[in-house]
Nanobody
Framework: QLQLVESGGGLVQPGGSLRLSCAAS????????IGWFRQAPGKAREGVAV?????????FYFDSVKGRFTISRDNAKNTVYLQMNSLKPEDTAVYYC???????????????????WGQGTQVTVSS
């Protein structure tokens, strides 16, 4: 059974850092695009970052996190990471990873493009 499990969330002060992990089981992440999305209370889900298949050199960041967050993948560990630096209170949300079998022509920037989702991990940025 395909499963994604996020971890690494928590409470951090503004300006701090966290690293989220998205571990896959039941399938090999190599060959899948992985996206990170987030949803704050009362707000719509929004995209955070995308990493494309295999070597992971093709990535995309939404403007709200560009320059602060880094997405990476370790295919040997079947895990994708989201390094979050310079965190702001507005980054507070439940963070979800999602997976979809990769093809060259899709950009994977919208949630509708993904079939597989994790359960989410809470990130709270507050002093």
């Amino acid at each position: 059974q395909l499963q994604l499990v996020e971890s690494g969330g928590g409470l951090v002060q503004p300006g701090g850092s966290l690293r989220l992990s998205c571990a896959a089981s039941g399938f090999n992440l190599d060959g899948y695009a992985i996206g990170w999305f987030r949803q704050a209370p009362g707000k719509a889900r929004e995209g955070v970052a995308v990493i494309h298949s295999r070597d992971g050199r093709r990535t995309f960041y939404f403007d709200s996190v560009k320059g602060r967050f880094t997405i990476s993948r370790d295919n040997a560990k079947n895990t994708v990471y989201l390094q979050m630096n310079s965190l702001k209170p507005e980054d507070t949300a439940v963070y979800y990873c999602a997976a979809q079998r990769w093809n060259y022509y899709s950009d994977y920037t919208t949630g509708d493009e993904y079939d597989y989702w994790g359960q989410g991990t809470q990130v709270t940025v507050s002093s």
